[in-house]
């Protein structure tokens, strides 16, 4: 994609949507932490649903490391594998304590030694809460990535490092939400609105959803009333 492409694709996301964020509700680091490692394999709904219960009750790591593994479980049953899950939030809680005076530590080594961290979670934790400019790919953002041809990659760390490396600085800190938005609502996996896509015509997906035809316009009938009424003036 020529760099001019891809410049005016990211200022056509950035005028829709000047200030994106994460649709995880979370009010401290800790709890944007907990909510990423959470909606691996999930949608953030069912995150939001479980962080909605679980949060009034254990929001630092002190809390939910007192609440233990079965004592988690019930809160975030919403999301899948919750099994795991409670043992790595519990885990990644005990480890933050041990190790990080129970603050979220700033280094991808340190995130990503956490239990349930991978380095996705790692680039998003970065970039919103340390104001890096990491972009962490996921399904959506590698779709639109391949698509659009904005960044195409076998793999999502490929995509990302094109990305990474493409991607105009002015842009870097807010990609990863304007991608990740673009495929959950525009873009998506099956059927994307590509009629009602506002960069359609920047975008190289060769097969991209045509227009719905237009419907031949219906001929009502005529309501009784007016109908032929001899001698009446329309
Ligand atoms: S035009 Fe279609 S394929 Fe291209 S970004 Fe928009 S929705 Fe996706």
Redesign the pocket.
């Known amino acids: 994609m020529h760099p001019a492409t891809r410049r005016a694709i990211f200022r056509r996301l950035q005028a829709a949507n000047p200030a994106p964020t994460t649709e995880l509700l979370h009010t401290t680091p800790f709890e944007l932490l907990v909510a990423v490692m959470l909606s691996a394999h999930t949608t953030d709904r069912s995150v939001n649903a479980a962080t909605r219960n679980l949060f009034p009750v254990a929001n630092t790591p002190a809390a939910v490391a007192a609440l233990g593994v079965e004592g988690v479980k019930p809160y975030i049953k919403p999301v899948g594998l919750y099994n795991t899950k409670a043992k790595n939030l519990v885990g990644l809680a005990q480890q933050l304590l041990e190790r990080h005076g129970g603050e979220v530590p700033a280094t991808r080594e340190e995130l990503e030694a956490l239990p349930g961290v991978g380095r996705k979670t790692a680039n998003i934790i970065l970039n919103m809460v340390f104001g890096e400019t990491e972009i962490a790919v996921d399904t959506h953002i590698f779709r639109?990535a391949n698509?659009?041809g904005l960044a195409p990659g076998p793999t999502p760390r490929a995509v990302e490092e094109s990305l990474t490396l493409n991607t105009p600085a002015e842009f870097r800190r807010n990609a990863h939400h304007w991608l990740i938005l673009?495929g959950r609502y525009?873009?998506t996996a099956r059927a994307?609105?590509?009629p009602s896509?506002i960069?359609?015509d920047l975008?190289e997906?060769k097969h991209?959803?045509p227009p719905a035809p237009k419907r031949a316009a219906r001929r009502l009938p005529l309501p009784s009333r007016v109908r032929a009424r001899p001698g009446r003036k329309r």
């Open positions: 639109v698509r659009t673009h525009i873009c994307p609105k590509c896509c960069i359609r975008c997906y991209k959803t």
